[in-house]
């Protein structure tokens, strides 16, 4: 697997990794996660966004269930908008068909 994932959460300040990994512990332990940290994207087959805020900065990473279970991160980015955009939507998208096809 690529590290999508870890060069978005490397860059980040400590605060703000601290928060991303309350949120990963939290949508472990929860059997049902609130919207507010875990929300399926409109219009994709399969694709959530864990949401997480510190401060006031909003954070999102995206990523998917494989058989139900295992939840797989794609990309994060910082979000500056009121809609998510396109573009980060579209790559994480790639990023899971990409897993699907490497997975067989």
Known sequence: ????FTNFFVKQKDKVKDK????????????KVPETYLKHVESTDGLYEIRVQ???????????FDEGKLVVLAN????KTQKTPKKE???ALKIMEEYHNEKG
């Open 1 to 4: 697997m690529k590290d999508y």
């Open 20 to 31: 991303i990994i309350w949120t990963f512990e939290l949508i472990e332990e929860i059997q």
């Open 54 to 64: 510190q401060g006031s900065d909003i954070f999102r990473i995206f990523c998917f």
């Open 76 to 79: 994060g980015f910082q979000k």
């Open 89 to 91: 939507i579209v790559k």
